[in-house]
Protein backbone atom coordinates (compact mmCIF):
# COMPACT_ATOMS: atom_id res chain seq x y z
CA UNK A 1 0.00 0.00 0.00
CA UNK A 2 2.71 2.79 1.18
CA UNK A 3 4.43 1.71 -2.28
CA UNK A 4 1.53 2.41 -4.08
CA UNK A 5 0.56 5.57 -2.60
CA UNK A 6 4.59 6.63 -2.95
CA UNK A 7 4.18 6.03 -6.60
CA UNK A 8 0.95 8.10 -6.92
CA UNK A 9 2.50 10.84 -5.00
CA UNK A 10 5.89 11.45 -7.14
CA UNK A 11 3.22 11.70 -9.82
CA UNK A 12 1.09 14.47 -8.15
CA UNK A 13 -1.89 12.29 -7.80
CA UNK A 14 -4.42 13.77 -5.05
CA UNK A 15 -5.24 10.75 -2.12
CA UNK A 16 -8.53 10.60 -0.58
CA UNK A 17 -8.81 8.12 2.09
CA UNK A 18 -11.67 7.27 3.81
CA UNK A 19 -10.79 4.67 7.17
CA UNK A 20 -13.33 2.38 8.16
CA UNK A 21 -14.09 -1.42 10.08
CA UNK A 22 -15.86 -2.59 7.28
CA UNK A 23 -19.43 -3.84 7.28
CA UNK A 24 -19.96 -1.16 5.42
CA UNK A 25 -23.33 0.98 5.94
CA UNK A 26 -24.55 4.24 3.89
CA UNK A 27 -22.73 6.31 6.42
CA UNK A 28 -19.51 4.81 4.52
CA UNK A 29 -20.41 5.05 1.77
CA UNK A 30 -21.48 9.00 1.96
CA UNK A 31 -17.92 9.66 3.10
CA UNK A 32 -16.76 7.90 0.10
CA UNK A 33 -18.27 10.10 -2.32
CA UNK A 34 -17.42 12.87 -0.10
CA UNK A 35 -13.86 11.79 -0.94
CA UNK A 36 -14.15 11.33 -4.43
CA UNK A 37 -15.83 14.92 -4.72
CA UNK A 38 -12.14 16.02 -3.21
CA UNK A 39 -9.81 14.48 -4.95
CA UNK A 40 -11.79 14.71 -8.12
CA UNK A 41 -11.89 11.71 -11.25
CA UNK A 42 -7.95 12.24 -11.64
CA UNK A 43 -7.29 11.33 -8.06
CA UNK A 44 -7.74 8.56 -5.87
CA UNK A 45 -9.83 7.20 -3.63
CA UNK A 46 -8.68 4.62 -0.71
CA UNK A 47 -10.79 3.05 1.70
CA UNK A 48 -9.36 0.68 4.30
CA UNK A 49 -11.51 -2.17 6.13
CA UNK A 50 -9.62 -3.01 9.20
CA UNK A 51 -11.32 -4.03 12.65
CA UNK A 52 -8.53 -2.47 14.95
CA UNK A 53 -8.09 -4.66 18.20
CA UNK A 54 -6.13 -2.06 19.96
CA UNK A 55 -9.20 0.19 19.88
CA UNK A 56 -11.24 -2.50 21.88
CA UNK A 57 -11.16 -3.08 25.31
CA UNK A 58 -10.40 -6.73 26.56
CA UNK A 59 -14.29 -6.94 27.66
CA UNK A 60 -15.68 -5.47 24.34
CA UNK A 61 -16.93 -6.93 21.20
CA UNK A 62 -13.40 -7.20 18.78
CA UNK A 63 -14.25 -10.86 18.30
CA UNK A 64 -18.14 -10.10 17.53
CA UNK A 65 -17.84 -7.42 15.74
CA UNK A 66 -19.92 -8.00 11.91
CA UNK A 67 -17.30 -8.25 9.05
CA UNK A 68 -18.33 -9.32 5.80
CA UNK A 69 -15.62 -8.68 3.42
CA UNK A 70 -16.99 -9.77 0.26
CA UNK A 71 -20.01 -7.62 0.81
CA UNK A 72 -17.53 -4.31 1.47
CA UNK A 73 -15.75 -5.70 -1.39
CA UNK A 74 -18.87 -4.80 -3.72
CA UNK A 75 -20.07 -1.75 -1.97
CA UNK A 76 -16.43 0.06 -2.10
CA UNK A 77 -16.42 -0.98 -5.97
CA UNK A 78 -20.07 0.41 -6.62
CA UNK A 79 -19.27 3.49 -4.13
CA UNK A 80 -16.10 3.99 -7.05
CA UNK A 81 -13.44 3.40 -4.49
CA UNK A 82 -10.16 2.64 -6.07
CA UNK A 83 -8.28 0.93 -3.52
CA UNK A 84 -9.53 -1.31 -0.80
CA UNK A 85 -6.89 -1.65 1.62
CA UNK A 86 -7.62 -4.46 4.23
CA UNK A 87 -4.20 -5.27 6.39
CA UNK A 88 -4.30 -8.18 9.03
CA UNK A 89 -3.79 -7.62 12.38
CA UNK A 90 -0.84 -9.41 12.39
CA UNK A 91 0.88 -7.09 9.50
CA UNK A 92 -0.83 -4.35 11.29
CA UNK A 93 0.86 -5.49 14.96
CA UNK A 94 3.16 -7.86 14.78
CA UNK A 95 3.54 -10.05 18.04
CA UNK A 96 7.04 -11.66 17.51
CA UNK A 97 10.71 -11.61 17.22
CA UNK A 98 12.09 -8.57 15.75
CA UNK A 99 9.15 -6.86 14.35
CA UNK A 100 7.06 -6.59 17.76
CA UNK A 101 4.96 -3.80 17.92
CA UNK A 102 5.52 -1.52 20.67
CA UNK A 103 4.87 2.40 20.03
CA UNK A 104 1.50 3.88 20.39
CA UNK A 105 -0.03 7.39 19.57
CA UNK A 106 -1.88 9.11 22.29
CA UNK A 107 -3.58 12.39 22.80
CA UNK A 108 -3.97 13.64 26.34
CA UNK A 109 -6.86 16.20 26.28
CA UNK A 110 -9.52 15.74 24.04
CA UNK A 111 -9.27 11.64 24.89
CA UNK A 112 -9.67 11.87 28.35
CA UNK A 113 -13.40 12.71 28.36
CA UNK A 114 -16.54 11.16 26.76
CA UNK A 115 -15.85 8.00 25.36
CA UNK A 116 -12.45 8.64 27.16
CA UNK A 117 -13.99 7.99 30.07
CA UNK A 118 -15.56 4.82 29.21
CA UNK A 119 -13.21 3.03 27.16
CA UNK A 120 -9.79 3.96 29.11
CA UNK A 121 -7.45 2.62 26.17
CA UNK A 122 -9.51 3.19 22.82
CA UNK A 123 -8.46 6.71 21.60
CA UNK A 124 -5.17 5.36 22.08
CA UNK A 125 -6.01 2.37 20.09
CA UNK A 126 -7.34 5.35 17.74
CA UNK A 127 -4.78 7.59 16.73
CA UNK A 128 -2.12 5.16 16.39
CA UNK A 129 -3.88 3.12 14.30
CA UNK A 130 -4.71 6.22 12.10
CA UNK A 131 -1.51 7.44 12.15
CA UNK A 132 0.11 4.15 11.08
CA UNK A 133 -3.18 4.22 7.79
CA UNK A 134 -1.67 7.89 7.60
CA UNK A 135 1.60 6.53 6.64
CA UNK A 136 0.39 3.69 4.65
CA UNK A 137 -1.96 5.26 2.63
CA UNK A 138 -0.34 8.90 2.48
CA UNK A 139 -3.30 10.72 1.90
CA UNK A 140 -3.65 14.41 0.94
CA UNK A 141 -7.24 14.56 2.35
CA UNK A 142 -8.89 12.23 4.80
CA UNK A 143 -12.94 11.87 5.02
CA UNK A 144 -14.16 10.79 9.01
CA UNK A 145 -17.97 10.34 10.12
CA UNK A 146 -19.30 13.25 12.87
CA UNK A 147 -20.59 10.52 13.99
CA UNK A 148 -17.90 9.66 15.87
CA UNK A 149 -17.78 13.41 16.40
CA UNK A 150 -14.83 13.00 19.34
CA UNK A 151 -12.69 10.86 17.73
CA UNK A 152 -13.02 13.41 14.65
CA UNK A 153 -11.94 16.04 16.61
CA UNK A 154 -8.86 13.85 18.30
CA UNK A 155 -7.62 12.84 14.83
CA UNK A 156 -7.94 16.64 13.96
CA UNK A 157 -5.57 17.34 17.39
CA UNK A 158 -3.24 14.89 16.19
CA UNK A 159 -2.76 16.04 12.69
CA UNK A 160 -2.17 19.39 13.93
CA UNK A 161 0.15 18.54 16.58
CA UNK A 162 2.46 15.66 14.84
CA UNK A 163 2.16 17.80 12.06
CA UNK A 164 0.70 15.32 9.34
CA UNK A 165 0.36 16.47 5.89
CA UNK A 166 -2.89 15.80 5.43
CA UNK A 167 -6.44 17.35 5.29
CA UNK A 168 -9.11 16.32 7.63
CA UNK A 169 -12.51 16.59 6.59
CA UNK A 170 -15.72 15.82 8.84
CA UNK A 171 -18.98 14.58 7.14
CA UNK A 172 -22.54 14.74 8.60
CA UNK A 173 -23.90 11.89 10.33
CA UNK A 174 -26.14 9.44 7.73
CA UNK A 175 -29.15 8.89 9.57
CA UNK A 176 -32.17 6.16 9.14
CA UNK A 177 -35.40 7.08 8.14
CA UNK A 178 -36.60 7.27 12.27
CA UNK A 179 -33.53 9.22 13.14
CA UNK A 180 -31.12 6.25 14.62
CA UNK A 181 -27.46 6.89 13.17
CA UNK A 182 -26.38 4.60 10.85
CA UNK A 183 -23.90 2.54 12.78
CA UNK A 184 -22.17 -1.24 11.99
CA UNK A 185 -23.10 -2.42 15.58
CA UNK A 186 -26.91 -1.50 14.77
CA UNK A 187 -27.06 -5.33 13.94
CA UNK A 188 -26.51 -6.15 17.02
CA UNK A 189 -30.13 -4.67 17.98
CA UNK A 190 -33.41 -7.26 18.22
CA UNK A 191 -36.65 -5.82 16.77
CA UNK A 192 -37.40 -4.31 19.95
CA UNK A 193 -34.36 -3.17 21.01
CA UNK A 194 -34.16 -1.50 17.50
CA UNK A 195 -37.35 0.50 17.80
CA UNK A 196 -36.18 1.16 21.58
CA UNK A 197 -32.97 2.75 20.32
CA UNK A 198 -34.62 5.69 18.37
CA UNK A 199 -34.84 7.24 21.89
CA UNK A 200 -30.99 8.66 21.17
CA UNK A 201 -32.05 10.66 18.49
CA UNK A 202 -35.46 11.81 20.44
CA UNK A 203 -33.59 12.79 23.07
CA UNK A 204 -30.81 14.67 20.61
CA UNK A 205 -34.11 16.50 19.30
CA UNK A 206 -35.93 17.05 22.69
CA UNK A 207 -32.61 18.90 23.95
CA UNK A 208 -32.40 21.00 20.97
CA UNK A 209 -36.20 22.14 21.37
CA UNK A 210 -35.72 22.81 24.93
CA UNK A 211 -32.64 24.81 24.24
CA UNK A 212 -34.04 27.05 21.41
CA UNK A 213 -37.31 27.55 23.17
CA UNK A 214 -35.25 28.68 26.04
CA UNK A 215 -34.86 32.42 26.70
CA UNK A 216 -31.46 31.64 28.48
CA UNK A 217 -28.91 29.29 28.92
CA UNK A 218 -29.99 26.34 30.26
CA UNK A 219 -28.88 24.18 32.94
CA UNK A 220 -26.66 21.28 31.76
CA UNK A 221 -27.08 19.28 34.65
CA UNK A 222 -31.01 19.63 34.58
CA UNK A 223 -31.16 19.01 30.81
CA UNK A 224 -28.88 16.07 31.87
CA UNK A 225 -31.40 15.05 34.52
CA UNK A 226 -34.59 15.62 31.93
CA UNK A 227 -32.89 13.90 29.29
CA UNK A 228 -31.68 10.71 31.32
CA UNK A 229 -35.55 10.42 32.47
CA UNK A 230 -37.01 10.77 28.76
CA UNK A 231 -34.37 7.64 28.05
CA UNK A 232 -35.34 5.66 30.73
CA UNK A 233 -38.99 5.04 29.19
CA UNK A 234 -37.45 2.46 27.36
CA UNK A 235 -36.72 -0.51 29.16
CA UNK A 236 -34.05 -1.83 27.50
CA UNK A 237 -31.98 1.62 27.47
CA UNK A 238 -29.17 2.47 29.99
CA UNK A 239 -27.40 5.82 29.88
CA UNK A 240 -23.84 5.82 30.24
CA UNK A 241 -23.06 9.56 29.61
CA UNK A 242 -24.61 12.46 27.94
CA UNK A 243 -22.37 15.66 27.85
CA UNK A 244 -22.93 19.15 26.67
CA UNK A 245 -19.50 20.62 25.22
CA UNK A 246 -18.47 23.40 23.35
CA UNK A 247 -17.79 21.93 19.42
CA UNK A 248 -14.08 21.46 18.82
CA UNK A 249 -12.44 21.87 21.90
CA UNK A 250 -14.57 19.47 23.13
CA UNK A 251 -14.54 21.66 27.01
CA UNK A 252 -17.67 20.41 29.26
CA UNK A 253 -20.05 23.46 29.72
CA UNK A 254 -22.32 24.45 32.18
CA UNK A 255 -24.59 26.37 30.77
CA UNK A 256 -25.95 25.31 27.25
CA UNK A 257 -27.10 27.44 24.91
CA UNK A 258 -27.67 27.03 20.93
CA UNK A 259 -24.94 25.64 19.15
CA UNK A 260 -23.39 23.88 21.75
CA UNK A 261 -22.59 20.16 21.50
CA UNK A 262 -24.59 17.31 23.26
CA UNK A 263 -23.02 13.57 22.73
CA UNK A 264 -24.54 10.68 24.63
CA UNK A 265 -24.05 6.86 24.93
CA UNK A 266 -26.29 4.68 25.33
CA UNK A 267 -26.84 0.69 26.76
CA UNK A 268 -29.57 -1.00 24.25
CA UNK A 269 -29.92 -4.36 25.99
CA UNK A 270 -26.15 -5.60 25.14
CA UNK A 271 -25.61 -2.82 22.74
CA UNK A 272 -23.49 0.07 23.12
CA UNK A 273 -24.76 3.10 21.28
CA UNK A 274 -23.43 6.54 20.59
CA UNK A 275 -24.99 9.98 19.33
CA UNK A 276 -24.38 13.32 19.20
CA UNK A 277 -25.13 16.65 17.71
CA UNK A 278 -24.94 20.27 17.71
CA UNK A 279 -28.20 21.87 19.05
P1 LIG B 1 -16.39 2.70 11.65
O1 LIG B 1 -16.38 1.70 10.55
O2 LIG B 1 -17.61 2.62 12.52
O3 LIG B 1 -15.11 2.76 12.42
O4 LIG B 1 -16.54 4.11 10.94
C1 LIG B 1 -15.65 4.51 9.93
C2 LIG B 1 -15.92 5.96 9.59
O5 LIG B 1 -17.27 6.10 9.18
C3 LIG B 1 -15.73 6.90 10.79
O6 LIG B 1 -15.15 8.11 10.34
C4 LIG B 1 -17.14 7.09 11.26
O7 LIG B 1 -17.33 8.31 11.95
C5 LIG B 1 -17.89 7.08 9.96
N1 LIG B 1 -19.30 6.77 10.18
C6 LIG B 1 -19.81 5.70 10.85
N2 LIG B 1 -21.16 5.78 10.88
C7 LIG B 1 -21.51 6.92 10.25
C8 LIG B 1 -22.76 7.57 9.96
N3 LIG B 1 -23.92 7.06 10.33
N4 LIG B 1 -22.71 8.73 9.28
C9 LIG B 1 -21.54 9.28 8.89
N5 LIG B 1 -20.34 8.72 9.11
C10 LIG B 1 -20.32 7.56 9.80
Redesign the pocket.
Known sequence: MQALALDLRRKNTQIGF???????????L??MARARQLVGNNGVVVASVFVNPTQFGPAEDYSTYPRDLARDARLCREAGVDIMFVPTAAQMYPKQGRKEFSTFVVEEKLSRSMEGLSRPTHFRGVTTVVAKLFNLVLPTVA??????WQ??MIVRRMVADLNFPVRIVV?????EPDGL?????NQYLSQDERRQATILWRAICRAKEIVRSASKPVSAHLLKQELAMLISTQPAAQVDYIEFFQSDTLDPLEEVEPGAHIAMAVRIGRTRLIDNAKL
Not at 18 to 28: E, N, Q, S
Not at 143 to 148: P, Q, R, T, Y
Not at 171 to 175: G, K, L, M, Q, S
Not at 181 to 185: L, N, Q, V
Open positions: VPTMGFLHKGHRLVFGAKDQAAPTVRAMSSR
